[in-house]
Each structure stands twice: as structure tokens, then as C-alpha cells.
């Protein structure tokens, strides 16, 4: 039973203070369950060659140009912008951006990242992106001379922007638009969801991390948003070796539980028994979100 009244519930989802407070709770049930520790940035580094490969390929291309052109649909004009990309990772985003707008700042903190970034710039890109090599959090917008200094401030799944304070300091960087996405709602791997009870001993615990607290919390602020929910499937056959690392690479961000080799051994005879002459059937189904903020 519903331990508040009515009146009180719908006083509570008009709150920002609750809204705040359940995405901060959300965070760190998050942050108690994923290896979050500093040298994630490392563990980014490690893995910049195949994230590039995916991002910037041809599986990532149709993406970026699906969103490109949402935001021009709802009017936001790229060409002349200046445009700050908030974890801007390999440059999926920055380098169709450079293409249009006057000058893109792109902050990425992984070296390896903007290493990718740099050899994927055209010669007449290259004086119009700036690549920061900076956290977020670290930076002060003042001493950068950002604040109200963007047309657009464009933060595709970026899981450090996981508070308040660090969306507000994104949005005082634009004077126009923010665009901001991620997760919504459980993200569905079957090789994972099966492999959980194997390993664990307990069913995959839901993906804590959403754009609802987001979305519910700039709501309750009164700010002018345009928001689009959509679903992603994707099934495709990939090596063993690859679906062997990817499965690796997830389970050890938990750190609820310690990673033994028998765990390796695991998911290793999963993927080999459920592999055939073609691959490893990857299937997921993640849902997704995206926000666009217009700034009086």
C-alpha cells in the first residue's frame, strides 16, 4: 500500500528536491555495485581502439546522422554554432559537427580517446576543434570563459554527468541549446541474463542508471524540453574470442562480487556452447533517451 496520500505523491513527483534526491540515491546504488574507481578513465584507454571501431564505423555512422538530424528537425541550426561535446570519446560527434559549425570544443579526459580523435580530423578541421583533455568536474567554467559560450552543449551517454550540480554547470556553458542521453530503463543482454544465475548465484540485478531522474528533475525546474524514448535491438555474430571479452569486461565492472577464474571459466564454456559455425549470437535490447533543453 501506498504509504503517502494522494496529494502528498503528486507533491513529491512536482519536487525537485525528490527528484534530486532519487537520482543521487540511484548513483550510488550504482556506484556500490560498478567499479567506478578513478582509473576508470584507464580502463576507457584500454578499450578506445574497439569502441572507435564501433563507434566511427559503419554501425556507429547511421546512429550519429539519426541524431544530427533530430536536432535539426527541432530547429537547432549546426552550421556556424560553437559547440561544446561533453565526453566527446573517439569524435563520433565532434567530427560531423566540425563539418558544419565554427568551432567545436571537445572534453575527453582519455588520451587514448583523443589520440583516435586527432587522426580522424580532416586538415581543414583541425582550427576548428579544440580537444580538452580535462574531467568535467575539474573544470571551472569561469576561468575557461564557457559560461553562456555555446550555441549547443551535446552530451551523449555520458555517465559522468550524474548530479545535479554537474548537469547545471553543462547547462550555464550554453546559451541555447542542451542536448543530453542516456539509458532508459533495463538494459536486456540474454547471454548475460542467463549467464548471472551461473555465476552469481542470483538474477541480474536491474540497470540503475536512467534518464527518468533526469528528465523528471528538469521537468520539475520548468525548463523547455523536447524528449524522445526509443528502443534499440541489436543481434549480430560476432567472434568467441570478442563475445568472451565482452561478457569479461561487463561482469568485472561489478564489484559486489569477487571475479574468480572459475567465473572465466564460465562464461568462457557458455559462449563456445552456444557458438556456431557463423559466431556467437550477440542479441540485446536496450532502451534509450534523449532530452533537448531550449534556454529561454
Not at 6 to 32: D, G
Not at 126 to 152: P, Y
Not at 242 to 258: F, G, M, P, S
Amino acid at each position: 500500500m501506498n504509504k503517502y496520500e494522494p496529494e502528498e505523491t503528486i507533491a513529491l513527483l512536482h519536487s525537485e528536491l525528490f527528484w534530486n534526491t532519487v537520482w543521487a540515491e540511484a548513483v550510488e546504488i550504482f556506484r556500490r555495485s560498478h567499479d567506478t574507481a578513478p582509473d576508470l578513465i584507464e580502463t576507457w584507454n584500454r578499450r578506445a581502439e574497439a569502441f572507435a571501431k564501433n563507434v566511427l564505423g559503419d554501425k556507429g555512422r547511421p546512429r550519429v546522422q539519426k541524431i544530427i538530424r533530430w536536432l535539426e528537425n527541432q530547429d537547432v541550426r549546426l552550421e556556424g554554432a560553437k559547440i561544446l561535446d561533453l565526453g566527446a570519446g573517439p569524435g563520433a560527434f565532434t567530427l560531423p559537427f566540425a563539418a558544419k559549425a565554427d568551432q567545436v570544443v571537445a572534453l575527453e579526459p582519455a588520451k587514448a580517446m583523443t589520440r583516435i580523435l586527432r587522426e580522424h580530423l580532416e586538415e581543414d578541421m583541425k582550427n576548428r576543434v579544440r580537444i580538452v583533455e580535462e574531467r568535467g568536474e575539474d573544470i571551472s567554467i569561469e576561468e575557461k570563459g564557457w559560461k553562456q559560450a555555446f550555441d549547443l552543449v551535446f552530451i551523449s551517454m555520458n555517465p559522468g554527468i550524474n548530479n545535479w550540480e554537474l548537469l547545471e554547470k553543462a547547462i550555464l556553458c550554453s546559451k541555447q541549446y542542451v542536448y543530453v542521453s542516456s539509458f532508459a530503463g533495463r538494459r536486456d543482454n540474454r547471454a548475460l541474463i542467463e549467464l548471472w544465475p551461473v555465476l552469481f548465484g542470483e538474477e541480474m540485478p536491474p540497470w540503475s542508471l536512467d534518464i527518468m531522474y533526469m528528465m523528471n528533475l528538469l521537468y520539475a525546474k520548468g525548463y523547455d524540453l523536447d524528449i524522445r524514448i526509443w528502443e534499440e535491438r541489436h543481434d549480430k555474430f560476432i567472434s568467441t574470442e570478442q563475445a568472451v571479452e565482452d561478457l569479461l569486461i561487463y561482469v568485472k565492472l561489478y564489484k559486489t562480487h569477487e571475479f574468480t577464474d572459475r567465473m572465466e571459466s564460465h562464461i568462457r564454456q557458455y559462449v563456445l556452447q552456444n557458438a556456431d559455425e557463423h559466431g556467437f549470437l550477440h542479441q540485446a535490447r536496450t532502451r534509450l533517451g534523449k532530452i533537448l533543453i531550449r534556454l529561454p
